[in-house]
Nanobody
Framework: QVVLVESGGGLVQPGGSLRLSCAASGSAFSYMDMGWYRQTPANERERVATIYSDSEPNYVDFAKGRFTASRDNGKKTVYLQMNNLKTEDTAVYYC???????????WGNGTLVTVSS
């Protein structure tokens, strides 16, 4: 069983930055693909970035050039650095993980990011 806990959300002005963190429990973190998703009340949950266990992160178009995903296997933590935030980035951001080769998906409870002046 893996438990994911996000932190770092909050209120930020347009153009500002935030860094989200996701801490994982258990001993399989190094073998896990991790990712960030987001969801607003009006929309389905959408992928932001995937941080693979053995390759470079992959981003969706709206995140390219503004968001940077990374992982620290020693701390069992993934990060999402978000720069030049826009009002449309307002959402609950979720951490996702899955051990490579296994089917179980793990989700955190989410952290709210509000971009507003």
């Amino acid at each position: 069983q893996v438990v994911l806990v996000e932190s770092g959300g909050g209120l930020v002005q347009p153009g500002g930055s935030l860094r989200l963190s996701c801490a994982a429990s258990g001993s399989a973190f190094s073998y896990m693909d991790m990712g960030w998703y987001r969801q607003t009340p009006a929309n389905e949950r959408e992928r932001v970035a995937t941080i693979y266990s053995d390759s470079e992160p992959n981003y969706v178009d709206f995140a390219k050039g503004r968001f940077t995903a990374s992982r620290d296997n020693g701390k069992k933590t993934v990060y999402l650095q978000m720069n030049n935030l826009k009002t449309e980035d307002t959402a609950v951001y979720y951490c996702w993980g899955r051990v490579r080769g296994l089917k179980a998906n793990y989700w955190g409870n989410g952290t709210l990011v509000t971009v507003s002046s």
